[in-house]
Nanobody, 124 residues
């Protein structure tokens, strides 16, 4: 079992930056690929980015490529999402998720454990 707790969300203006954190507890953090997903009001949850167990591989949604950066610190059991040049369309609840070690997938069903989410609101 893995418990995930996101933090760092908030209300910002377009063009600003935010860094989200996701702290994990429970089983060995480095055993899992970690992903970030988001869900806007009235929309389905969508993939944002993912990172492999030791950070050697990452994947990004086209909509955030070049603006968002995922990283992890296995010593601190934490994954981060640095979000720059934020846009109003980035407004959503952001969730971190832990998936199997062999996978850095882009689908929510590929992730087993989920946090409760943190709200990010970007005003124009």
């Amino acid at each position: 079992q893995v418990q995930l707790v996101e933090s760092g969300g908030g209300l910002v203006q377009a063009g600003d930056s935010l860094r989200l954190s996701c702290a994990a507890s429970g089983r060995t953090f480095s055993a899992y690929a970690m992903g970030w997903f988001r869900q806007a009001p009235g929309k389905e949850r969508e993939f944002v980015t993912t990172i492999s167990r030791y950070g050697g591989s990452t994947r990004y949604a086209d909509s955030v490529k070049g603006r968002f950066t995922i990283s992890r610190d296995n010593a601190k059991n934490t994954v981060y999402l640095q979000m720059n040049s934020l846009k109003p369309e980035d407004t959503a609840i952001y969730y971190c998720a832990a998936g199997s070690a062999t996978n850095i997938g882009t689908h929510s069903y590929e992730y087993t454990y989920w946090g409760q989410g943190t709200q990010v609101t970007v005003s124009s």
